[in-house]
């Protein structure tokens, strides 16, 4: 459904030219469940953005059912729109301030004219229930919101075009472990139960163990090998242990 060819990035001009991506190829196929992993600065986020289209890579391509994203016309470009979903890193940030979250909700549909006015209420709440969150909150607005709630509504966002392809950025990064194991749970439920494909950036070692998913390493701008979530999760509890030995 997803895939690159030899993506390359670099930032920073001819002075300190950071190699932000190095010949990423990446294939995404239909129901697939995987996560990107690596520390902060491998190339994680600049991978995503290249993705969803927002960075024109300097070198390779980003193909949405074999079509270059940069040659699509209008239409086949809000048809992809409607399609690859993300869900950012940040709800706090993500989400308008000023905006009730059910005129939040509201916006993409209107966007896409994916379904008359009469029906938006109605797909509004629906998409507060999958997410597991009452109707009554779509009155309020992102600050009134825990941040496991606010996440809960970036997905809901995403969610509410229909989308089968869900691109996720640090979904638990900013939410302690109980919170973020419970959004991990949901985005496996959502998967689940509505046949999406999802690739998750992280540098979480439980997201992928919880997410069922298998993961791509990722270091300095190059996938680096594949693991399944057992054993990204074993590499890190052995390099936190070798930490933990290292003495004062």
Do not use: Y
Request: charged content about 20%; some cysteine.
């Amino acid at each position: 459904m997803l895939r690159t060819t030899a993506l390359s990035h670099t930032f920073g001009g001819h002075k300190r030219p950071v190699r932000a991506l190095d010949g990423v190829c990446l294939t995404l196929a239909p129901g697939e469940v995987r996560c990107v992993a690596g520390s902060s600065g491998s190339g994680k986020s600049t991978l995503l953005r290249c993705l969803l289209g927002l960075l024109q890579p300097d070198e390779g391509e980003v193909l949405w059912r074999d079509v270059p994203l940069h040659t699509m016309n209008r239409g086949q470009r809000l048809a992809f729109r409607q399609a690859v979903q993300p869900v950012m890193q940040d709800p706090a940030s993500s989400l308008a301030p000023r905006m009730r979250v059910r005129t939040q909700l509201r916006e993409p549909l209107r966007i896409q004219r994916s379904c008359s006015r009469d029906q938006e209420d109605k797909r509004v709440d629906e998409a507060l229930e999958q997410v597991g969150l009452e109707r009554a909150l779509g009155r309020r607005f992102p600050h009134q919101l825990s941040g496991g709630q606010q996440q809960r509504v970036a997905i809901a966002r995403a969610l509410i075009v229909q989308p089968t392809v869900l691109l996720v950025d640090e979904p638990t990064s900013a939410l302690d472990a109980v919170v973020a194991m419970q959004i991990a749970l949901l985005l496996r439920d959502l998967v689940e139960r509505l046949g999406l494909t999802l690739l998750a950036v992280t540098h979480d070692p439980t997201l992928p163990h919880h997410l069922g998913a298998t993961v791509d390493q990722m270091a300095a701008g190059r996938l680096v090998g594949q693991v399944s979530a057992a054993q990204w999760l074993a590499q890190a509890r052995a390099a936190w242990q070798g930490l933990r030995a290292i003495p004062e």
